[in-house]
Nanobody, 126 residues
Framework: QVQLVESGGGSVQAGGSLRLSCAASGVGFSGYTMGWFRQAPGKEREFVAR????????SYADYVKGRFTISRDNAKNTVYLRMNGLEPEDTAVYYC???????????????????WGPGTQVTVSS
């Protein structure tokens, strides 16, 4: 069972940048696709980005494309989310998650991901 812990959240002004980290421990990082999701107050959890087990495959939600970059360091069991050009609409709790199955690249849906971290708050002021 993998345990995930996010860090790097905070409060920034519009246009600012943050880098989120998600450290994984236990069994279940190598060979798994990792994803970032977010949930704003009163809204459903939504997909942000995902990265395949080797790091070669990535995809992004349209509303973050060109501003956010997902990456991973398999030697450190860590996945990152670099967020540039932050907007007030990006305010949310950000979660990392690991795919339910190994060696595949699941759909960008929360149901395709199993273990989740507790989340880190990102607040963007105008």
């Amino acid at each position: 069972q993998v345990q995930l812990v996010e860090s790097g959240g905070g409060s920034v002004q519009a246009g600012g940048s943050l880098r989120l980290s998600c450290a994984a421990s236990g069994v279940g990082f190598s060979g798994y696709t990792m994803g970032w999701f977010r949930q704003a107050p009163g809204k459903e959890r939504e997909f942000v980005a995902r990265i395949g087990w080797s790091g070669d495959s990535t995809s992004y939600a349209d509303y973050v494309k060109g501003r956010f970059t997902i990456s991973r360091d398999n030697a450190k069991n860590t996945v990152y989310l670099r967020m540039n050009g932050l907007e007030p609409e990006d305010t949310a709790v950000y979660y990392c998650a690991v795919s339910r199955s190994r060696w595949n690249y699941p759909a960008p849906q929360a149901t395709a991901f199993g273990s989740w971290g507790p989340g880190t708050q990102v607040t963007v002021s105008s």
